[in-house]
């Protein structure tokens, strides 16, 4: 993973709260195998409207959202950080991130920096003022400058850590894997294992067919 | 030092403290994986030259895109085909245990990992899905992780995890006639919000939910997500041990005994305490309906969409304003007086044989509105099999309702099954997302009472409206239904 120490780039102000992930990448572009190339499938619903913030020239370039309260809930899709890398952002912030989009990120090098809603509110003033105006933020001394405004951000020490170091997690857990085999010595022997697999009777399964009423005509908008 | 159900699981589950604020290193009993968020996963471990780590411990199921129909010719959609082909390469190539389309123990993630005896109380257990949530209802440790966090537990069988707040839910007394578990879990996110269990493990008690069946302690646990809780518990009881006795992974003869002795460990201790404590009155508790674009905009049926103008909060106003427009509604208009075009009923949250059961017997001997489209997913190929054994596939398609193979289907619309631009949904399922069913579409996230009752008439229905204080069809009290 690559080291993160300071970003600087335009901010694009997204005044919405409670962005899920549905809404960062539809389930239609989680079909994908690969771990790039979804840069199309971010915010793929608004990417129509010539009014979103990501459509107007000043802000199509940004690197820094900045966002309403309780970015990234529901889904777990890790697809949604992808896009928001594909696309070119490095640093989301917010007042709060759903958990798992926030574990998601510091896996990924994207920076999801808690700010508060005072300060957000400032920001996005600034940026919807002058847009094009750049933010830098500096995960080292955790602050967010956008103009002549420098506020603090929060975000926990250990994925501050890895960010800045870049190191890359499974790594780290595989040094510590005599301890993982030590607990497994411990387990006990009733714990559910998978394998050899246990079943009930295997029975055929019928195949649904359609039913005489076409799907286009019992649609109805 | 007493401790609470959550934090019993986690510290039986340490196997490197964390210092210096780095997190805990976690071990998890199970792994369970679909096709949608493990492919980036084993290429990982493949670049890295990695194996799985305990196959033995990871169980694949086919659900998020597979059809719901024809499940025996090729899949049309070559992307939802791919990636299923690629679930399948990759298990081959770990050694890891896949239930494919066409066997009977394949189906929704989070209904096969229970059905087969696999989630049992005190395990660690995740999966790159959300709604892993549901299996807390054992008294498991159970959350969905991203997924480079599936590469990092295929690799290891640990997470490196960051500690929790613990919230008690208690739901006192009894619910009345009409209300059920996802009633229950729909209430609870509209009082906390969507960001409410943010950081918390949530712990379901009091005598509600303990008066619940296992299907509906599953419903309530897996929409713990929706309000934004990493995980939501139940401690296990004799109701939990009946449900897994004699399932295929369950413990048998002395290791039963064994397990049924540490099982009954797992409680909360009296005197523990909880961050934050939460109380309902089951007795307030009546059929609960979304309105909106979050699972947190739900009301009482009997309620009426909100008046934005009414609402203090300005964010609040604003996301009320732009959910009322997306849904095609009008402010202050009946919610009995929506009209919808689908009935989906199934999913991770309410496609289990129980919820079959309750639909059946409301519906048993009438048929659906003319306009609406019914579909009926169970969660999976096994409890397909048991309703077309208790012959509800009959008294579906009697109805006029589609009586579809196992997967998530319409939940998230992955598959064929899709709602149109504009079209509007009742649906069992858990998100009511701005087109989270299809591009444009519309929902309204309901139990499977309310399903039943909306598509008999049309609109969103209680089962009360039927015919205040009649009995189910079959003459089963309705009270009966909710915990067959």
Same mark, same amino acid.
């Given at each position: 993973m690559e080291k993160f120490t300071q970003h600087t780039g335009v901010g694009v102000p997204l005044r919405r709260s409670n962005v899920d992930t549905?809404?960062?990448?539809?389930?239609?572009?989680? @079909?994908?195998?690969?771990?790039?190339?979804?840069?199309?499938?971010?915010?793929?619903?608004?990417?129509?409207?010539?009014?979103?913030?990501?459509?107007q020239e000043a802000y199509s370039s940004g690197s820094v959202l900045v966002a309403g309260p309780d970015f990234g809930t529901g889904s777990s899709r890790e697809h949604a950080v992808w896009a928001l890398k594909d696309y070119g952002f490095k640093v989301v912030i917010s007042t709060r991130f759903a958990d798992i989009f926030r574990g998601n990120s510091g896996k990924q090098g994207l920076l999801a920096a808690v700010a508060s809603a005072e300060d957000i509110e400032l920001i996005w003033k600034i940026l919807e003022t002058r847009p094009g105006t750049e933010i830098t933020v500096d995960l080292e001394a955790r602050t967010i400058t956008c103009d002549d405004v420098v506020v603090p951000f929060q975000v926990d020490d250990y994925t501050r850590w890895r960010l800045m170091e870049g190191l890359d997690d499974i790594g780290l857990t595989l040094e510590h894997a005599d301890e993982i085999s030590a607990f497994e010595e411990k387990r006990e022997p009733w714990r559910p294992a998978t394998l050899p697999a246990k079943h009930l009777p295997p029975v055929e399964i019928k195949a649904a067919r359609p039913s005489g009423v076409p799907v286009e005509i019992s649609r109805r908008p | 030092m007493a401790g609470t159900l959550a934090e019993k699981v986690w510290d039986?589950?340490?196997?490197?403290?964390?210092?210096?604020?780095?997190?805990?290193?976690?071990?998890?009993?199970?792994?369970?994986?679909?096709?949608?968020?493990?492919?980036?996963?084993?290429?990982?471990?493949?670049?890295?030259?990695?194996?799985?780590?305990?196959?033995?411990?990871?169980?694949?199921?086919?659900?998020?895109?597979?059809?719901?129909?024809?499940?025996?010719?090729?899949?049309?959609?070559?992307?939802?085909?791919?990636?299923?082909?690629?679930?399948?390469n990759n298990a081959k190539e770990f050694g890891v245990r896949i239930h494919s389309l066409g066997d009977a123990d394949q189906g929704i993630v989070h209904q096969v990992g229970p059905q087969l005896g696999l989630t049992q109380p005190g395990l660690t257990v995740v999966c790159g899905d959300?709604?892993?949530?549901?299996?807390?209802?054992?008294?498991a440790l159970a959350f969905g992780?991203?997924?480079?966090?599936?590469?990092?537990?295929?690799?290891?069988?640990?997470?490196?995890?960051?500690?929790?707040?613990?919230?008690?839910?208690?739901?006192?007394?009894?619910?009345?006639?009409?209300?059920?578990? @996802?009633?229950?879990?729909?209430?609870?996110?509209?009082?906390?919000?969507?960001?409410?269990?943010?950081?918390?493990?949530?712990?379901?008690?009091?005598?509600?939910?303990?008066?619940?069946?296992?299907?509906?302690?599953?419903?309530i646990c897996n929409m713990s997500?929706?309000?934004?809780?990493?995980?939501?518990?139940?401690?296990?009881?004799?109701?939990?041990?009946?449900?897994?006795?004699?399932?295929?992974?369950?413990?048998?003869?002395?290791?039963?005994?064994?397990?049924?002795?540490?099982?009954?460990?797992?409680?909360?201790?009296?005197?523990?305490?909880?961050?934050?404590?939460?109380?309902?009155?089951?007795?307030?508790?009546?059929?609960?309906?979304?309105?909106?674009?979050?699972?947190?905009?739900?009301?009482?049926l009997s309620g009426s969409v909100p008046v934005p103008e009414e609402i203090a909060d300005e964010n609040e106003r604003i996301t009320a304003e732009r959910a009322i427009e997306y849904m095609g509604l009008t402010p202050g208009q009946p919610l009995r007086e929506i009209k919808v075009d689908t009935v989906f009923i199934g999913s991770c949250t309410n496609g289990r044989i129980e919820d079959l059961r309750s639909v059946a017997k409301v519906i048993a001997g009438k048929h659906k509105a003319d306009d609406v489209r019914v579909l009926v997913v169970p969660a999976s190929a096994r409890v397909r099999l048991q309703a077309e054994a208790e012959g509800l596939d009959k008294i579906f398609l009697d109805f006029g309702a589609e009586w579809r193979n196992a997967g998530c289907s319409?939940?998230?619309?992955?598959?064929?099954?899709?709602?149109?631009?504009?079209?509007?949904?009742?649906?069992?399922?858990?998100?009511?997302?701005?087109?989270?069913?299809?591009?444009?579409?519309?929902?309204?996230?309901?139990?499977?009472?309310?399903?039943?009752?909306?598509?008999?008439?049309?609109?969103?229905?209680?089962?009360?409206?039927?015919?205040?204080?009649?009995?189910?069809?079959?003459?089963?009290?309705?009270?009966?239904?909710?915990?067959?």
């Open positions: 549905d809404q960062i990448i539809p389930a239609v572009y989680l @079909k994908r195998v690969t771990r790039t190339g979804f840069e199309d499938a971010l915010f793929a619903a608004w990417r129509g409207d010539p009014t979103f913030v990501l459509n | 039986a589950h340490v196997v490197r403290p964390g210092a210096d604020g780095a997190p805990d290193l976690l071990y998890i009993d199970l792994h369970l994986v679909h096709e949608v968020t493990s492919p980036q996963a084993f290429e990982g471990l493949r670049l890295a030259g990695r194996p799985v780590r305990r196959p033995d411990l990871t169980l694949a199921t086919e659900d998020h895109n597979t059809p719901t129909l024809d499940i025996d010719r090729p899949i049309a959609d070559a992307t939802s085909r791919t990636q299923i082909e690629t679930l399948r959300s709604h892993t949530s549901t299996h807390g209802a054992f008294g992780i991203g997924t480079s966090e599936v590469e990092h537990v295929l690799a290891t069988q640990t997470l490196p995890l960051a500690p929790f707040k613990t919230m008690a839910i208690t739901v006192n007394g009894q619910l009345p006639e009409g209300a059920t578990s @996802k009633d229950i879990i729909l209430a609870i996110i509209a009082k906390i919000g969507t960001g409410g269990g943010q950081g918390y493990v949530l712990e379901y008690r009091g005598e509600a939910i303990r008066g619940l069946s296992m299907e509906a302690r599953m419903t997500i929706e309000a934004g809780a990493r995980a939501g518990m139940i401690a296990p009881d004799q109701t939990t041990f009946d449900y897994l006795q004699g399932r295929p992974h369950a413990p048998e003869g002395a290791d039963w005994d064994a397990a049924v002795e540490y099982w009954k460990t797992l409680r909360s201790d009296d005197d523990a305490t909880f961050d934050v404590e939460v109380v309902l009155e089951a007795q307030d508790l009546e059929p609960f309906v979304t309105w909106g674009t979050n699972p947190g905009q739900g009301l009482p319409m939940c998230l619309g992955m598959n064929p099954d899709q709602l149109a631009p504009g079209e509007r949904s009742a649906s069992t399922s858990n998100r009511n997302f701005e087109g989270r069913q299809g591009k444009g579409g519309r929902t309204h996230l309901v139990s499977p009472l309310v399903a039943a009752a909306t598509a008999i008439r049309g609109t969103l229905s209680s089962y009360s409206d039927l015919g205040t204080g009649t009995p189910a069809p079959d003459g089963t009290p309705l009270a009966d239904l909710q915990t067959v």
